[in-house]
């Protein structure tokens, strides 16, 4: 069992930068893939980005690539989503997700481990 934890949303003028942290604990695996999802109200969860835990390969959705970078440290079992020129579009609730597939994946269906969510809100 592996436990996912975020933390780092809040409210951020447009422009602004975040960055959301995420806590893997339980039986993790240097093979996971460490995703970032998100759902905006009334929209389905879509793919944000997602990084090799063991090579550290990433892998961006078109939105937001060139402003999101994710990164990890495995020695501490975390994984970072750094936001950067936010906009009001970027408003959602964010997860953090594992993938035991340990290869580059978009679907939330190859996902078996995901935290709560995190709240981003991008004010105009």
């Known amino acids: 069992q592996v436990q996912m934890v975020e933390s780092g949303g809040g409210l951020v003028q447009a422009g602004g930068s975040l960055r959301l942290s995420c806590t893997a604990s339980?039986?993790?695996?240097?093979?996971?893939?460490m995703g970032w999802f998100r759902q905006a109200p009334g929209k389905e969860r879509e793919f944000v980005a997602c990084i090799t835990r063991s090579i550290g390969n990433t892998y961006y959705a078109d939105s937001v690539r060139g402003l999101f970078t994710i990164s990890r440290d495995n020695a501490k079992n975390m994984v970072y989503l750094h936001m950067n020129s936010l906009k009001p579009e970027d408003t959602a609730v964010y997860y953090c997700a594992a993938s035991t597939a340990g290869v580059i994946s978009t679907s939330a269906s190859n996902y078996y481990y995901w935290g709560q969510g995190t709240h981003v809100t991008v004010s105009s």
């Open positions: 339980g039986r993790t695996s240097s093979r996971y893939t």
